[in-house]
């Protein structure tokens, strides 16, 4: 929950279609009941998604927010790692660990488990399109919930984007300790705590090489000093004949 404290709405700046907006405006409904899902197809790819998903951290605690003024609780999003896992991002604020899960390269096991979680929004990866998930009785639940779909980039910039978001240095900040597990670990005291121990556990999943390409191409982000991700939303549709569609492994 360390977004919780660092981070409040005007930490971001929102277009929609080229006119100001706000994170409700690009995922509309309950700010404490959303779903948030991002399939992840490479290492540490949900970085690309980081602004959007911080933003919708940050409106979920000021939900909380609005109702106490103390709470201990994480919003239930989830990341759907196809194939493997693809690197710890619970810097992002997606925590528990259990919320970051591993599918197979399959689109109804992917829309199943999209279902199983309940997601009302949800992000897929840029790739090209593939069969979409069979199943009727899958499909159905998906369209009867899911309210919003984007398609981001791992990179940060979306072919065809109509949402920007820009972060600021604590957002940024957050995708750097992502990418910098020893760094992480090094702060704590207390080598054998749960969330270190998972931390450490969880380094290997991409290489110090991988993680270091992933940064440096967030340089290519900058404008006047801050990160601007791109997004593009997506029919439902759209976003159902994603999940069939495959992506390179580590692009950067």
């Known amino acids: 929950m360390h977004t919780s404290r660092q981070l409040r ?30 399939v992840v197809r490479q290492p540490y790819g949900a970085v690309g998604a980081s602004g959007l998903v911080l933003a919708a951290v940050t409106a979920f605690y000021d939900a909380q927010r609005a109702r106490a003024d103390d709470f ?9 790692h196809v194939g493997r896992r693809h690197g710890d991002h619970s810097m992002l604020d997606v925590w528990p660990s259990h919320k970051e899960t591993v599918v ?6 992917l829309l199943d488990a999209i279902n199983d979680r309940a997601i009302t929004w949800l992000l897929v990866p840029e790739g090209e399109p593939g069969s979409p998930p069979s199943g009727r009785e899958a499909r159905a639940s998906a369209r009867d919930r899911i309210v919003a779909a ?10 065809g984007g109509d949402v920007r978001i820009a972060g600021n240095d604590v957002t940024e900040s957050f995708v750097q300790a992502a990418l910098d597990p020893d760094g992480v670990l090094a702060t704590f005291g207390d080598a054998a705590s749960p969330y270190a ?9 991409a290489t110090p090489e991988q993680r270091a390409r992933v940064w440096a191409s967030r340089e290519g982000l900058r404008e006047d000093g801050r990160s601007v991700e791109t997004y593009r939303r997506l029919t439902l549709d759209q976003a159902l004949a994603s999940l069939g569609g495959g992506a390179d492994a580590d692009p950067a």
């Open 9 to 38: 709405s005007d930490s971001f700046t929102i277009e929609l279609a080229g006119k100001a907006a706000t994170i409700a405006d690009v995922l509309p409904g309950d700010r404490a009941a959303g779903r948030l899902g991002v």
């Open 72 to 80: 201990y609780v994480y919003a239930d999003y989830f990341l759907f």
């Open 104 to 109: 197979p390269d399959d689109p109804q096991a």
């Open 150 to 159: 984007l398609r981001y980039a791992p990179g940060g910039r979306v072919a």
């Open 197 to 205: 121990l998972e931390v450490a556990e969880r380094a290997a999943e």
